[in-house]
């Protein structure tokens, strides 16, 4: 089993995992970050679980072990996360990818969005089956608010900069390409402050519980989607930051394709959320 750092027969420097030799022919080489990255989600999940059961009529677990669990899932999974991003992409930049390299990249992009597709599939599961009893279970909070609607278009826009910015660099526009791309930054950083926002008036001011039916449901899945767009917008600016140090260019812009492309799914996914929990909560 290779280590960290090792290096192959043709020189090639491996980082965080297990040498190519050690993977299946035609998966290319092998690294454990993706499983840091999962073993800290899990962590997250686990302490939000720990926290909603420890808010019950009969708590189960006190002291500090449901936020402590949190804080560190929280770090393993960023931990993970930047492990991954730089294996993937930044580790091995200077040496140019190959057409087919950069066609796997792309396809592990699609790989991780049907495996995100049903994680967020398992949260409509569970609305959709509280629809089917009595409804509204309870009071219901004012949930379609301008803020909602400006958020919307504050993110669709943000798709079609990024898209715009994808194709600048694709046709070496440099220019254009830093300026879209520093605005999809700025609007998705925006949007998770409006989220924060929204947040803070159902919880706070009118004291919306998350621990109802519906609540429950409303906060796990715009919270995993308000996630997910936090490391998208973290994601952008480590796409940013290698664009301003010229590292794309109209023949090497892998990276900026995969993030466009997980962007592009958060994106649709709030739009079906919009629909689902906030306009059809009303119907």
Do not use: C, K
Request: charged share 10%; hydrophobic share 50%; glycine share 14%.
């Amino acid at each position: 089993m290779g280590s960290a750092g090792e290096t192959s027969e043709g020189g090639e420097q491996h980082h965080g995992g297990p040498t190519p030799e050690d993977w299946p022919r035609g998966f290319g080489e092998a690294t454990w970050w993706p499983v840091v990255t999962a073993v800290g989600a899990a962590g997250l999940y686990l302490g939000v679980a720990l926290v909603m059961i420890s808010r019950g009529a009969e708590s189960l677990f006190v002291g500090p072990l449901p936020p402590v669990v949190i804080a560190g899932g929280v770090g393993v999974f960023l931990a993970g996360l930047y492990g991954w991003t730089y294996h993937g992409f930044v580790g091995h930049y200077w040496n140019q990818p190959s057409e087919g390299e950069g066609l796997d990249l792309r396809w592990g992009m699609v790989l991780f969005l049907v495996t995100d597709v049903m994680t967020f599939s398992a949260g409509f599961v569970y609305y959709f089956f509280v629809r089917t009893g009595s409804w509204p279970p309870g009071e219901l909070p004012h949930l379609l608010s301008s803020l909602v609607l400006v958020n919307t278009a504050l993110l669709v826009l943000s798709s079609v900069t990024l898209h715009f910015a994808h194709e600048a660099i694709r046709e070496d526009h440099r220019r254009r390409f830093l300026a879209l791309l520093g605005v999809t930054v700025l609007l998705g950083v925006v949007f998770v402050g409006g989220q924060l926002l929204e947040y803070y008036e159902l919880l706070v001011v009118e004291g919306t519980s998350f621990n109802s039916v519906f609540g429950s449901a409303f906060f796990a899945l715009t919270g995993l989607h308000g996630l997910h767009v936090a490391l998208g917008v973290l994601l952008l600016g480590i796409v940013l930051a290698r664009a301003l140090s010229g590292q794309f260019t109209a023949e090497r812009h892998v990276g900026v394709a995969t993030v466009s492309m997980y962007w592009h799914f958060v994106d649709v996914v709030w739009i079906f959320l919009v629909v689902t929990l906030y306009v059809g909560a009303v119907l």
